[in-house]
């Protein structure tokens, strides 16, 4: 284990933290500041959890935060503002959940990989194209985002229909990720709102689903 990444581990587990991955989060939100006190907040791909507990404590008890994974996520130590859910984020009735807009949303997801790079950025591009599919009946005009994607022929064209979708569209790479990984962050800013023609344009740009994606 390399020395940045023993340091984020053991920290992790000093603070409390299910993951490592916390600290990607946190410093992404010290940075662009995307979550608020009372802030309902969905979380996708939010399994082990540890952005659970980094979006529950920033949004505080008038907040909430709705966790989605096709995997269970163990409710033991996680807030009272915390809903888990396990479904799938295409199919989840977020807002029957919530009763409203969310304010921000984020996504830690990832493909199951192949192994081979090329397939697994189209596929991870793929997942990050499915969920802003459901931002315009999720989250509130002028609200913010942030998802995982590996980086690769997929990626500009991705971070292009974010830019289209919202007022700020970056690319980041916290220093909690691995050196040698190939996963950044897109940070979006200011959602512009629904945009029918928009949107069913952006779906025909989408890259096509590999061979037996699911």
Not at 30 to 55: E, F, H
Not at 173 to 194: D, L, Q, Y
Request: hydrophobic share 35%; glycine share 10%.
């Amino acid at each position: 284990m390399k020395e940045v990444n023993d340091h984020f581990f053991k920290r992790a587990r000093r603070e409390g933290y299910r993951s490592r991955a916390a600290y990607k989060l946190i410093e992404i939100d010290d940075r662009r500041r995307l979550i608020g006190k009372g802030d309902l907040v969905i979380d996708c791909g939010a399994a082990p959890g540890s952005w659970l507990q980094v979006a529950a404590a920033r949004v505080g008890s008038r907040g909430r935060v709705l966790g989605i994974d096709l995997k269970v996520i163990a409710p033991h130590g996680l807030p009272d503002n915390v809903t888990l859910i396990e479904g799938d984020t295409r199919t989840t009735d977020v807002l029957e959940i919530l009763g409203s807009k969310a304010d921000v949303v984020i996504s830690d997801m990832a493909p199951d990989t192949t192994g081979t790079p090329s397939a697994d950025q189209f596929r991870s591009a793929r997942l990050c194209d499915d969920l802003l599919d459901r931002v315009p009946l999720w989250l509130r005009k002028g609200g913010n985002c942030v998802m995982k994607v590996f980086e690769g022929e997929a990626y500009p064209d991705l971070l292009r229909r974010c830019g289209r979708m919202f007022d700020r569209a970056k690319g980041f790479k916290p220093s909690a990720s691995r050196s040698e990984s190939v996963e950044i962050f897109i940070i979006c800013t200011g959602f512009k709102g629904s945009d029918p023609e928009a949107e069913q344009a952006d779906r025909a740009l989408a890259p096509p689903r590999p061979s037996g994606w699911h």
